[in-house]
């Protein structure tokens, strides 16, 4: 029996990160930070890097950003990463989708949040910490769009989807993206 993980993170990136701080919190002697859903904004994608080799970039995009008349320490957090999934070959489909669709981004989202931390430790209040997200939703909602976008393809277009769409036959439920849009390996390999 091996202690490793059946995913593992072979490699991540620190995209882009933004912290804004609201002056007027310091006057007022303010320090709140909880967001409404309305004021978090999330977009993971997930892209096929290797289907045979079963690895995978995710790339995660997350903003906080306080409304003009709330009060917020933080006016806007935004933070972007991708990282690279290997998959031991002996995990089942259903595991295996479970792994990409929600593990991959948490582990990314606790990069993030580490991240913002220290970024942001030592501000008046104390760091800013990330609210927790529902990555399984993203996942459907990505897929769903994806599936819409291929849809949409004429012939010509669906050429370059070849890999895609031989990665989607060996999958029970596909998690792939088009590989014309590859943001997170691209950004790792910079």
């Given at each position: 029996?091996?202690?490793?993980?059946?995913?593992?993170?072979?490699?991540?990136?620190?995209v882009n990160v933004h912290v804004e701080f609201d002056?007027?919190?310091?006057?007022?002697?303010?320090?709140?930070?909880?967001?409404?859903?309305?004021?978090?904004?999330?977009?993971?994608?997930?892209?096929?890097?290797?289907?045979?080799?079963?690895?995978?970039?995710?790339?995660?995009?997350?903003?906080?950003r306080a409304k003009q008349e709330e009060t917020r320490?933080?006016?806007?957090?935004?933070?972007?990463?991708?990282?690279?999934?290997?998959?031991?070959?002996?995990?089942?489909?259903?595991?295996?989708?479970?792994?990409?669709?929600?593990?991959?981004?948490?582990?990314?989202?606790?990069?993030?949040?580490?991240?913002?931390?220290?970024?942001?430790?030592?501000?008046?209040?104390?760091?800013?910490?990330?609210?927790?997200?529902?990555?399984?939703?993203?996942?459907?909602?990505?897929?769903?769009?994806?599936?819409k976008e291929l849809a949409a393809e004429t012939p010509?277009?669906?050429?370059?989807?070849?890999?895609?769409?031989?990665?989607?036959?060996?999958?029970?439920?596909?998690?792939?993206?088009?590989?014309?849009?590859?943001?997170?390996?691209?950004?790792?390999?910079?």
């Amino acid at each position: 029996m091996t202690v490793l993980a059946q995913m593992q993170m072979a490699n991540f990136r620190l995209v882009n990160v933004h912290v804004e701080f609201d002056d007027g919190c310091l006057g007022r002697n303010e320090s709140a930070d909880e967001y409404a859903d309305e004021d978090v904004q999330a977009n993971a994608e997930w892209h096929v890097v290797s289907s045979d080799d079963r690895v995978y970039a995710v790339s995660l995009d997350l903003e906080c950003r306080a409304k003009q008349e709330e009060t917020r320490r933080f006016r806007r957090v935004a933070v972007s990463l991708a990282g690279i999934f290997r998959f031991a070959p002996d995990v089942g489909e259903d595991t295996f989708v479970q792994l990409l669709a929600s593990s991959a981004p948490a582990m990314l989202h606790g990069m993030a949040r580490g991240i913002l931390a220290q970024t942001t430790g030592l501000c008046v209040g104390g760091p800013f910490l990330l609210p927790a997200l529902n990555y399984l939703t993203l996942f459907e909602q990505w897929r769903e769009r994806v599936e819409k976008e291929l849809a949409a393809e004429t012939p010509e277009q669906a050429k370059p989807c070849a890999r895609v769409r031989k990665a989607r036959a060996t999958t029970a439920k596909p998690a792939v993206g088009k590989p014309s849009k590859p943001r997170a390996k691209a950004a790792l390999t910079k």
